[in-house]
């Protein structure tokens, strides 16, 4: 089919090019090039010369210099007629045609480069049939989590930063009281929290699964939810059966859980399911609300994931605007014009001290949480924005989406890899 439809147009298109060539060159076979009707006039314009001549309509010198005009025209013409380009017309039609032959040779030799003609059609039920393939044949989650830590163990990445000492001491200090008292929840659910600051994801997701293991039937719906996120995440991004599990326990907990269902979409894009991701992810798009975390990454690829589901013509909300964040107001952009760089610092300063402790008391979106990062690497306080960073992942250690944009920051400052 495709190679026919491929013909079918080569033929359309040379038809569209080569019409108009031939039937110009038929009609111009059927009559005299411009310059024979132009000397027949000219030829004509001198017998007038000389009858008006005759007649005494004109004097001599007048018709001296008509004659020498139309003379003049009559050698131009009788150039034209006799100059080999004016036969051009005549090739107009083999040139044309071996245009089009050297554009289709062109696009033939460019498919067979770049493209796959040995490729067979792939219908609708075979795509599908290949991404429950896909879904049948995904890894174990100890067979994800080993090939996640092979390819870290190979991959060249910067060494990740030590994290605070005094932090350090406080986990370890956690990790003795849970070998005492192993079944104490509250602290099952710090140390989980607590071993993914510290980047790692196998200790924290043990823990997570301590936690849901103690809880059994009562376990809640985002208990679930983070143990099916942190097993994700320890396997390198992939959703294995183990964790689809929890994660289905999660909803049935909560049908309306936002991360579950979010954690759902991906699911079945990660298995080549578009049409089941997509409503999914729209319907958490149209409910928001906006500054939720996982909306930034619904948005990014609702329109290629809606164009794949075969919905092209779906349009998403409109963004809101975003919130402006905090700043200097006009005045003080002003009075900054003439200050001294000593005094444009401490201004400075006192704008990220003010943010630091709004976002201290009454607490933050997570951009402001990564504008604070970016200021205080700016001013050479990186001790202190480490900090910052380790707080703003205790604040958002339920949502791996909020995180995102304040991981962003921290990696531009240098703080994680």
């Given at each position: 089919?495709?190679?026919?439809?491929?013909?079918?147009?080569?033929?359309?298109?040379?038809?569209?090019?080569?019409?108009?060539?031939?039937?110009?060159?038929?009609?111009?076979?059927?009559?005299l090039p411009a310059?024979?009707?132009?000397?027949?006039?000219?030829?004509?314009q001198l017998r007038?010369?000389?009858?008006?001549?005759?007649?005494?309509?004109?004097?001599?010198?007048?018709?001296?210099?008509?004659?020498?005009?139309?003379?003049?025209?009559?050698?131009?013409?009788?150039?034209?007629?006799?100059?080999?380009?004016?036969?051009?017309?005549?090739?107009?039609?083999?040139?044309?045609?071996?245009?089009?032959?050297?554009?289709?040779?062109?696009?033939?030799?460019?498919?067979?480069?770049?493209?796959?003609?040995?490729?067979?059609?792939?219908?609708?039920?075979?795509?599908?049939?290949?991404?429950?393939?896909?879904?049948?044949?995904?890894?174990?989650?100890?067979?994800?989590?080993?090939?996640?830590?092979?390819?870290?163990?190979?991959?060249?990445?910067?060494?990740?930063?030590?994290?605070?000492?005094?932090?350090?001491?406080?986990?370890?200090?956690?990790?003795?009281?849970?070998?005492?008292?192993?079944?104490?929840?509250?602290?099952?659910?710090?140390?989980?929290?607590?071993?993914?600051?510290?980047?790692?994801?196998?200790?924290?997701?043990?823990?997570?699964?301590?936690?849901?293991?103690?809880?059994?039937?009562?376990?809640?719906?985002?208990?679930?939810?983070?143990?099916?996120?942190?097993?994700?995440?320890?396997?390198?991004?992939?959703?294995?059966?183990?964790?689809?599990?929890?994660?289905?326990?999660?909803?049935?907990?909560?049908?309306?859980?936002?991360?579950?269902?979010?954690?759902?979409?991906?699911?079945?894009?990660?298995?080549?399911?578009?049409?089941?991701?997509?409503?999914?992810?729209?319907?958490?798009?149209?409910?928001?609300?906006?500054?939720?975390?996982?909306?930034?990454?619904?948005?990014?690829?609702?329109?290629?994931?809606?164009?794949?589901?075969?919905?092209?013509?779906?349009?998403?909300?409109?963004?809101?605007?975003?919130?402006?964040?905090?700043?200097?107001?006009?005045?003080?952009?002003?009075?900054?014009?003439?200050?001294?760089?000593?005094?444009?610092?401490?201004?400075?300063?006192?704008?990220?001290?003010?943010?630091?402790?709004?976002?201290?008391?009454?607490?933050?979106?997570?951009?402001?949480?990564?504008?604070?990062?970016?200021?205080?690497?700016?001013?050479?306080?990186?001790?202190?924005?480490?900090?910052?960073?380790?707080?703003?992942?205790?604040?958002?250690?339920?949502?791996?989406?909020?995180?995102?944009?304040?991981?962003?920051?921290?990696?531009?400052?240098?703080?994680?890899?």
């Amino acid at each position: 089919m495709f190679w026919i439809i491929c013909a079918v147009l080569v033929l359309a298109v040379a038809a569209a090019v080569l019409g108009p060539v031939w039937r110009a060159r038929g009609a111009a076979g059927d009559s005299l090039p411009a310059a024979a009707y132009d000397l027949r006039v000219y030829r004509d314009q001198l017998r007038e010369v000389d009858r008006d001549l005759e007649r005494g309509v004109i004097g001599a010198e007048d018709a001296a210099r008509l004659r020498t005009e139309i003379g003049r025209k009559v050698l131009e013409a009788d150039r034209r007629l006799d100059d080999p380009g004016t036969g051009a017309r005549g090739h107009a039609g083999p040139l044309a045609a071996l245009a089009m032959l050297a554009a289709l040779a062109g696009a033939v030799a460019l498919y067979l480069r770049e493209g796959a003609p040995g490729a067979p059609d792939l219908p609708l039920a075979g795509r599908i049939a290949a991404a429950e393939r896909a879904y049948a044949d995904r890894p174990s989650q100890a067979a994800a989590e080993a090939a996640a830590a092979a390819d870290a163990g190979t991959s060249a990445r910067q060494p990740a930063p030590d994290p605070d000492p005094s932090y350090v001491a406080l986990v370890e200090e956690l990790r003795k009281a849970m070998a005492r008292n192993p079944d104490d929840p509250q602290g099952l659910a710090l140390l989980a929290t607590s071993e993914m600051r510290l980047g790692n994801l196998a200790a924290a997701r043990d823990a997570q699964q301590r936690l849901v293991d103690l809880r059994g039937d009562e376990a809640r719906a985002d208990e679930l939810m983070q143990l099916a996120a942190l097993m994700m995440e320890a396997a390198g991004g992939l959703i294995t059966p183990e964790a689809e599990a929890y994660l289905a326990r999660s909803l049935r907990a909560d049908p309306a859980l936002p991360q579950s269902r979010y954690l759902l979409g991906m699911l079945q894009l990660q298995n080549g399911r578009p049409d089941r991701a997509f409503p999914i992810w729209r319907r958490l798009l149209e409910e928001g609300p906006p500054t939720a975390p996982w909306i930034a990454p619904i948005r990014a690829t609702i329109a290629d994931l809606a164009w794949l589901a075969g919905q092209p013509d779906y349009t998403p909300p409109e963004a809101p605007a975003a919130p402006a964040l905090p700043g200097p107001d006009a005045e003080a952009m002003a009075a900054a014009e003439d200050m001294t760089p000593e005094e444009r610092q401490q201004m400075i300063a006192g704008m990220v001290e003010r943010l630091e402790a709004r976002l201290a008391e009454n607490g933050g979106t997570p951009e402001e949480w990564a504008r604070l990062i970016s200021a205080l690497a700016v001013m050479g306080r990186a001790d202190h924005a480490g900090k910052i960073w380790a707080e703003a992942q205790d604040r958002f250690a339920q949502s791996a989406e909020a995180l995102a944009p304040i991981r962003a920051a921290a990696q531009a400052a240098g703080l994680v890899e």
